[in-house]
């Protein structure tokens, strides 16, 4: 089992930055592919980023590359999305997960692949 909290979320102006932090709990965090996904009101959930359990894959939404920066720290049992260039169009709740069934790259983007999600935080980009 796996518990995920999501932190950092807030209001910024458009062109600003923010770090989104996903804490675990229990001691088998390196061992979960991990991955951020937001939510906006009246959409579906959509990816955002994806980490393999050793940071040397990662894979991103075409519309955050170059912008967005996923990253980990499996010492301290934590996820991370630094978030640079916002724009209005990133407004939504932003949710961590974790699973154990990433099989490729390309599966880091898929809703399927994962097993935990965090209760998320909501980012809000104001133009």
């Known amino acids: 089992q796996v518990q995920l909290v999501e932190s950092g979320g807030g209001w910024v102006q458009a062109g600003g930055s923010l770090r989104l932090s996903c804490a675990a709990s229990?001691?088998?965090?390196?061992?979960?592919?991990m991955g951020w996904f937001r939510q906006a009101p009246g959409k579906e959930r959509e990816f955002v980023a994806g980490?393999?359990?050793?940071?040397?894959?990662?894979y991103y939404e075409d519309s955050v590359k170059g912008r967005f920066t996923i990253s980990r720290d499996n010492a301290k049992n934590t996820l991370y999305l630094q978030m640079n260039s916002l724009e209005p169009g990133d407004t939504a709740v932003y949710y961590c997960a974790a699973g154990r069934a990433a099989n490729s790259r390309s599966s880091l983007s898929e809703i399927r692949t994962y097993d935990y999600w965090g209760q998320g935080t909501q980012v809000t980009v104001s133009s």
């Open positions: 229990g001691r088998t965090f390196s061992m979960y592919a």
């Open positions: 980490i393999w359990w050793t940071s040397r894959i990662t």
